[in-house]
């Protein structure tokens, strides 16, 4: 075979750029996490509270998700994300000029809600032009593109608070949302027609959400994939508190630590596409689903040894970590399987099921912050417990 003729990995211009859309929440938060003990020594708050921003963050997502979706429905895929896309720009500012933690919350919810235009339209384009195992094949390299921003993003964060504040941070939001708002603008070709048809009355897309829901294909696979897309988030909420302030490891020294768990997630997610050519997106949702239930035990047994074993937690999350790079992609093309004409509101309702999850785990780990690595495994490991469980008593067997 020549090397013309040599098969290559290519990645097509479009999915590049819904990759880059789907990671502006991850840069959102991942760049961030590493100025927890800053922002909350310069705005004179306390640890809860810090967390509670990326609470009020993941607030934001679940409401724009209910907004995004019909919209994307009626008037197309593409206005609906530039006008995100633009919420999202100015939001940053007023996370950058924040003055309290009040007004970061504040501006951190409208940040989130701008942000996840790119999170549900990017799953929408993919339904519009793949069946369901062509698209379980493009979130996982949708989660390969995406992945390089948990690697790049928190080492970025890191090595800005060495030579600037955490409010530079925010200051590379605003650059990075106004040139995705660039990219949609020129780049992007509109997959949906405007379907003036389809209504945007409150009572009528509440009626559509209940009757997804009431699809128990989607229910029970967005459930069980959110639970384990929660122990994501509350170790999101937790770790920065326990790596950085309980095990003393400098900012740049997390960013390292949050690397080594997304290459695990990358590497996996793309095993993954290489086992859809002879496995169903079921079977494989069922096997990350179990790797995040062994290591659920693994984290359940570094919670009860404690301080002296950081080395155990770490690999327990690394763990949990690589299991959702099958159930990510397997669980969000399991649950829009059954609704191509309303991929938008079906993508949605989807991120709103995960992002409630994920507010919850979240806002947990403020709450029950108690100086240990305890709340962060024990949370990480019921969000896998739990998915499992959906999984395994509720789903209706497929064939492998």
Not at 73 to 80: I, S, Y
Not at 379 to 384: D, E, K, N
Request: net charge positive; with cysteine; hydrophobic share 50%.
């Amino acid at each position: 075979m020549t090397a013309s003729s040599a098969p290559r990995f290519h990645i097509p211009g479009w999915m590049l750029l819904l990759g880059i859309l789907t990671a502006i929440g991850s840069v959102s938060i991942d760049m961030y996490l590493p100025a927890f003990p800053a922002i909350q020594q310069s705005l004179n708050a306390s640890s809860g509270s810090v967390q509670l921003t990326l609470t009020t963050f993941f607030v934001g997502m679940l409401a724009g998700q209910l907004v995004y979706g019909p919209a994307s429905d009626r008037f197309g895929r593409k206005k609906p994300l530039m006008a995100g896309l633009a919420l999202y720009s100015l939001a940053s500012i007023g996370c950058m000029l924040a003055q309290s933690i009040e007004s970061l919350m504040f501006w951190r919810f409208i940040q989130a809600f701008g942000a996840c235009s790119g999170i549900v339209l990017a799953r929408a384009i993919v339904r519009d032009r793949c069946d369901p195992r062509e698209a379980a094949r493009s979130f996982s390299m949708l989660m390969l593109i995406m992945g390089v921003s948990p690697i790049l993003a928190p080492l970025l964060g890191g090595y800005i608070l060495q030579v600037s504040s955490w409010r530079t941070i925010f200051g590379i939001n605003v650059a990075f949302g106004i040139g995705c708002l660039i990219a949609v603008t020129t780049s992007l070709r509109d997959t949906r027609q405007p379907d003036l048809a389809t209504s945007l009355n409150p009572f009528k897309v509440f009626s559509a959400y209940v009757e997804i829901l009431r699809d128990r294909e989607f229910s029970t696979h967005a459930i069980s994939g959110g639970f384990a897309q929660a122990g994501l988030y509350a170790y999101l909420a937790g770790s920065p508190f326990v790596l950085i302030e309980l095990f003393h490891l400098s900012p740049t020294a997390y960013g390292w630590v949050f690397c080594a768990n997304s290459v695990g997630l990358i590497a996996a997610s793309q095993f993954n596409a290489a086992l859809l050519k002879g496995n169903s997106i079921y079977t494989l949702l069922r096997h990350g689903l179990t790797a995040a239930l062994a290591a659920s035990a693994l984290l359940i047994v570094a919670g009860v040894a404690g301080i002296a074993t950081m080395p155990l937690l770490l690999a327990g999350i690394f763990c949990f970590m690589s299991s959702l790079g099958f159930v990510n992609p397997n669980a969000a093309a399991a649950s829009l399987a059954n609704h191509p004409e309303r991929a938008g509101s079906a993508s949605s309702l989807l991120g709103t099921l995960q992002y409630g999850l994920a507010t919850i785990a979240t806002f947990a780990m403020g709450m029950i912050h108690d100086g240990t690595a305890r709340p962060l495994a024990f949370a990480m490991a019921l969000c896998g417990i739990l998915g499992w469980a959906i999984n395994r008593y509720f789903v209706r067997a497929k064939p492998a």
